[in-house]
């Protein structure tokens, strides 16, 4: 079994539309959607929820009124200003759980214990079947923390699901940039697919993913999306990419079957006689022979 997680250093670049190709082409493969901030791969795998259950990352506080003595020293050791006072109210303080840190601070030194502190749900995770296999995905709530906690138990439940089924593949449709998303879709995996764009800030953004790939010392494989609307950029990032000992296994054109199959909810590769369908086949064939030589 192997897990293949498809990034990028900056959002736009077309690493969803990549990742759902290869979730088809892949076959014998478990998706997982790691992107839970703006999750959006179930818009062309069309999942039909089979399970869903809560996601508790973290804590947060709330004030008991009829424990609250209006002392007001909440207010005074909050360093987050969610501590709000509103003196026409009984009691005057209350927690703003929009600016709460979950910190645990004010319930600790409540001298009359009417703080609680408890376990919150911030947002909620699925199990999934699509057309290509089962999907295990994820919805953090508004203004909700600890996404990194969830990616973590998305890719979890993936790799169970892959044992249990014996497949061969988990596709991973990875978060933009190098946060703590990323960090927790990456470590352990098999392969880092980066997605780029010819773009100065396509160029700069490979670089820190490409950097933080290597510092995991997981291998890492470059295509280069769109890469004939500034065929020059796209030839000295792929240089940049294989003297920092990235392999370059693909390049994918510009073109409108991609838009015309987001409209209609559909991988690229389902219209398999256009040419970027082809580009997708063969980053998939390129990264496949790649993944059973390091196997070997």
Same mark, same amino acid.
């Given at each position: 079994?192997?897990?293949?997680?498809?990034?990028?250093?900056?959002?736009?670049?077309?690493?969803?539309?990549?990742?759902?190709?290869?979730?088809?082409?892949?076959?014998?493969?478990?998706?997982?959607?790691?992107?839970?901030?703006?999750?959006?791969?179930?818009?062309?795998?069309?999942?039909?929820?089979?399970?869903?259950?809560?996601?508790?990352?973290?804590?947060?506080?709330?004030?008991?009124?009829?424990?609250?003595?209006?002392?007001?020293?909440?207010?005074?050791?909050?360093?987050?200003?969610?501590?709000?006072?509103?003196?026409?109210?009984?009691?005057?303080?209350?927690?703003?759980?929009?600016?709460?840190?979950?910190?645990?601070?004010?319930?600790?030194?409540?001298?009359?214990?009417? $703080?609680?502190? /408890?376990?919150?749900?911030? &947002?909620?995770?699925? %199990?999934?079947?699509? =057309? *290509?296999?089962?999907? #295990?995905?994820?919805?953090?709530?508004?203004?909700?923390?600890?996404?990194?906690?969830?990616?973590?138990?998305?890719?979890?439940?993936?790799?169970?699901?892959?044992?249990?089924?014996?497949?061969?593949?988990?596709?991973?449709?990875?978060?933009?940039?190098?946060?703590?998303?990323?960090?927790?879709?990456?470590?352990?995996?098999?392969?880092?697919?980066?997605?780029?764009?010819?773009?100065?800030?396509?160029?700069?953004?490979?670089?820190?993913?490409?950097?933080?790939?290597?510092?995991?010392?997981?291998?890492?494989?470059?295509?280069?999306?769109?890469?004939?609307?500034?065929?020059?950029?796209?030839?000295? $990032?792929?240089? /940049?990419?294989?003297?920092? &000992?990235?392999?370059? %296994?693909?390049?994918? =054109? *510009?073109?409108?079957? #991609?838009?015309?199959?987001?409209?209609?909810?559909?991988?690229?590769?389902?219209?398999?006689?256009?040419?970027?369908?082809?580009?997708?086949?063969?980053?998939?064939?390129?990264?496949?022979?790649?993944?059973?030589?390091?196997?070997?």
């Amino acid at each position: 079994m192997k897990e293949i997680v498809v990034v990028s250093g900056k959002g736009g670049t077309g690493k969803t539309s990549v990742a759902a190709s290869l979730v088809v082409l892949a076959k014998r493969s478990v998706v997982a959607d790691c992107d839970v901030d703006a999750a959006d791969l179930h818009l062309v795998l069309e999942p039909r929820i089979k399970k869903t259950e809560d996601f508790t990352g973290g804590k947060s506080a709330s004030i008991v009124p009829g424990r609250c003595s209006n002392c007001g020293k909440c207010y005074e050791i909050c360093r987050f200003n969610a501590v709000i006072k509103d003196e026409s109210k009984q009691p005057a303080y209350f927690i703003d759980h929009i600016a709460c840190e979950g910190c645990g601070v004010c319930s600790c030194f409540c001298p009359e214990k009417a $703080i609680d502190f /408890k376990p919150s749900v911030n &947002g909620r995770w699925f %199990i999934s079947d699509t =057309r *290509y296999g089962p999907m #295990v995905h994820a919805r953090l709530g508004i203004a909700q923390e600890n996404s990194g906690k969830l990616v973590s138990l998305v890719r979890n439940q993936a790799r169970m699901l892959a044992e249990k089924d014996n497949l061969s593949y988990i596709i991973v449709d990875g978060p933009p940039g190098i946060g703590c998303p990323v960090i927790s879709s990456i470590t352990g995996a098999d392969a880092v697919l980066i997605v780029a764009e010819p773009t100065v800030s396509g160029a700069h953004d490979l670089e820190r993913v490409a950097e933080l790939a290597g510092h995991f010392k997981i291998p890492a494989f470059l295509c280069v999306n769109k890469y004939d609307l500034n065929p020059e950029v796209a030839e000295n $990032i792929e240089e /940049k990419a294989r003297a920092g &000992g990235i392999a370059v %296994i693909g390049r994918i =054109r *510009y073109d409108r079957t #991609v838009t015309e199959a987001q409209i209609k909810g559909l991988p690229v590769v389902a219209f398999p006689d256009t040419a970027v369908a082809e580009d997708m086949r063969t980053v998939w064939e390129n990264l496949e022979k790649k993944l059973n030589l390091n196997k070997q």
